[in-house]
């Protein structure tokens, strides 16, 4: 599975984003898609998910202005990102998990976008 990213930049406090991510190849076995977001010094966090049958998680700290959401046909998911703040400032990243079931079992796998800067800043 490979992952392409658009969107990102700077925006005003206040400002709104809109990300979204493309994925191709093995897309039949992908059962969620989802960004997270990386800030300097702290670790990788999850900001939104969106599995293949629609459930949808949303970080706590986002929910409300934040909105994920896809398009099924296109193979693609979106962050809507509204009321943005400076402690939104981080590089975000699109990920896949792919879910592989053989007779020997289940196995997960997890694929990575290659970032994009989103910074927050007046």
């Known amino acids: 599975v490979q992952l392409v990213e658009f969107g990102g930049g700077s925006v005003q406090p206040g400002g709104s984003l809109r990300l979204s991510c493309a994925a191709s190849g093995s897309t039949s076995y992908i059962e969620a898609m989802g960004w997270y977001r990386q800030a300097p010094g702290k670790e990788r966090e999850l900001v939104a998910r969106?599995?293949?049958?629609?459930?949808?998680n949303v970080e706590d700290s986002v929910r409300g202005r934040f909105a994920i959401s896809r398009d099924s046909a296109k193979n693609t998911v979106y962050l809507q990102m509204n009321s943005l703040k400076p402690e939104d400032t981080a590089v975000y990243y699109c990920?896949?998990?792919?879910?592989?079931?053989?007779?020997?079992?289940?196995?997960?796998?997890?694929?990575w976008g290659q970032g994009t800067q989103v910074t927050v800043s007046s």
């Open positions: 969106i599995t293949s049958s629609g459930v949808i």
């Open positions: 990920n896949a998990m792919v879910v592989v079931r053989t007779i020997e079992g289940k196995s997960e796998f997890n694929y």
